[in-house]
């Protein structure tokens, strides 16, 4: 499955971005879906992360409470709220076909191509 991320841009400190990750062609209903952010010099690490159901979600501890990951037969979605200066990375959606959500990059088959967020203070 071929996957388009969206949604990125500037924004200030305490602002709102919401993300979108569809897939190029069909859906990903089979698939456990997840948002990653790298920053520079960092390495990737997973933001959230949602079964194929939606009825299951992870989120990494630096985002919780501001961050939801959300998704509907076509999209996977990520409204980031309450934006800091250290959310500042490319963020990537990702795809899955493990029976259990996983967390790591390397459980992650299928990669958007990444898109930029720059939270300024």
């Known amino acids: 499955v071929q996957l388009q991320a969206s949604g990125g841009g500037l924004v200030q400190a305490g602002g709102s971005l919401r993300l979108s990750c569809a897939p190029s062609?069909?859906?990903?209903?089979?698939?456990?879906m997840g948002w990653f952010r790298q920053a520079p010099g960092k390495e990737r690490g997973v933001v959230a992360a949602i079964t194929r159901s939606g009825r299951g979600t992870f989120y990494a501890e630096s985002v919780k409470g501001r961050f939801t990951i959300s998704r509907d037969n076509a999209t996977v979605y990520l409204q980031m709220n309450s934006l800091k200066p250290e959310d500042t990375a490319v963020y990537y959606c990702?795809?899955?076909?493990?029976?259990?959500?996983?967390?790591?990059?390397?459980?992650?088959?299928?990669w958007g191509q990444g898109t930029q967020v720059t939270v300024s203070s």
């Open positions: 062609e069909g859906t990903f209903s089979t698939y456990h």
């Open positions: 990702a795809a899955t076909l493990r029976p259990i959500l996983p967390t790591k990059t390397y459980e992650y088959l299928y």
